[in-house]
C-alpha cells in the first residue's frame, strides 16, 4: 500500500458529462500529480500541486481542471467528457516540490474512467 | 520533444531465470532516473532509481544499470518470481525547479513457471 488514496476506483459515464476524480496524498507529503495512463499514450503527466499551488502543467486539456485543498486532499475535474478520455488517472504524491532526487512520487491505484 | 522509450514490449522469461529490461532514452541532460513496477490493478511502485553520476546500483534481487555513453539504462531481476510479472516503466527527469518526469512506455515482463 503506498499511502496514497484514490477514488472513486470505476467510474462510468457518458459522453458530455462532467466527473471528479479524487487523490489524498501520503500522510506528510505536499507534492500531488495527477497522470493518465492509456494504451497508446503511457503515462502522462498532466499536473502538479504544491501545498494548495499549482506547481507545473503537462499535457493537461483545458476540459480538464485540479486543486488542492487546506487538508492537501486534491481533485481532478474532467468536463464535456469524450470517448477519448477514457482512461486511467493515476494521483501520486511527494514530499517536495521540485524535481530532486529521493524526492520519490508515491502512486495511487488509480481510477479507472469509462465514457460510453 | 524528448522521450523515453523502451526496446521491447514484451519479455517472457523462464521462473528462475535472470531478466534485463532496457530502456533508451533521449535526453543527455537527464540526471536522475528511476524504474517502476505496475501490476494488473494497481499503481506503478518505485522500484530503483540511479543518479547520472554512478553507473550502477544494487538493490534486493534488481541491478539498474546506467550507461551514458549510448544513454541505455537497464533493469536486472535476479532469480525471477512469478510475483516479477508486471509492466516496468522506466523515468527520466532533469532535477531541479519546473521539471516532471517522463515515463517510457512500459514494457510487460511474463514469467513462466
Known amino acids: 500500500d503506498s499511502g496514497v488514496t484514490q477514488t472513486p476506483k470505476h467510474l462510468i459515464t457518458a459522453t458530455g458529462q462532467r466527473v471528479t476524480l479524487r487523490c489524498s496524498p501520503r500522510?506528510?507529503?505536499?507534492?500531488v500529480y495527477w497522470y493518465q495512463q492509456s494504451l497508446d499514450q503511457g503515462l502522462q503527466f498532466l499536473i502538479q500541486?504544491?501545498?494548495?499551488?499549482?506547481?507545473a502543467k503537462g499535457n493537461i486539456l483545458e476540459r480538464f481542471s485540479a486543486q488542492q485543498f487546506p487538508d492537501l486532499h486534491s481533485e481532478l475535474n474532467l468536463s464535456s467528457l469524450e470517448l477519448g478520455d477514457s482512461a486511467l488517472y493515476f494521483c501520486a504524491s511527494s514530499v517536495e516540490a521540485t524535481a530532486l532526487a529521493k524526492n520519490i512520487q508515491y502512486f495511487g491505484a488509480g481510477t479507472r474512467l469509462s465514457v460510453l | 520533444g524528448e522521450s523515453v522509450g523502451l526496446h521491447l514490449p514484451t519479455l517472457s522469461v523462464q521462473e528462475g531465470d535472470n531478466s534485463i529490461i532496457n530502456c533508451a532514452y533521449s535526453n543527455s541532460a537527464s540526471d536522475y532516473f528511476i524504474w517502476y513496477k505496475q501490476e494488473s490493478g494497481k499503481g506503478p511502485q518505485f522500484i530503483i532509481d540511479i543518479r547520472s553520476n554512478m553507473d550502477k546500483r544494487q538493490g534486493q534481487r534488481v541491478t539498474v544499470l546506467l550507461n551514458k555513453t549510448v544513454k541505455h539504462l537497464s533493469l536486472q531481476i535476479a532469480a525471477t518470481q512469478p510475483g516479477d510479472s508486471a509492466v516496468y516503466f522506466c523515468?527520466?527527469?532533469?532535477?531541479?525547479?519546473?521539471?516532471?518526469?517522463?515515463f517510457g512506455k512500459g514494457i510487460t515482463l511474463s514469467v513462466r513457471p
Open positions: 500522510s506528510g507529503d505536499l507534492s
Open positions: 523515468a527520466e527527469i532533469i532535477t531541479g525547479a519546473n521539471s516532471k518526469l517522463t
Open positions: 500541486y504544491y501545498n494548495g499551488e499549482e506547481r
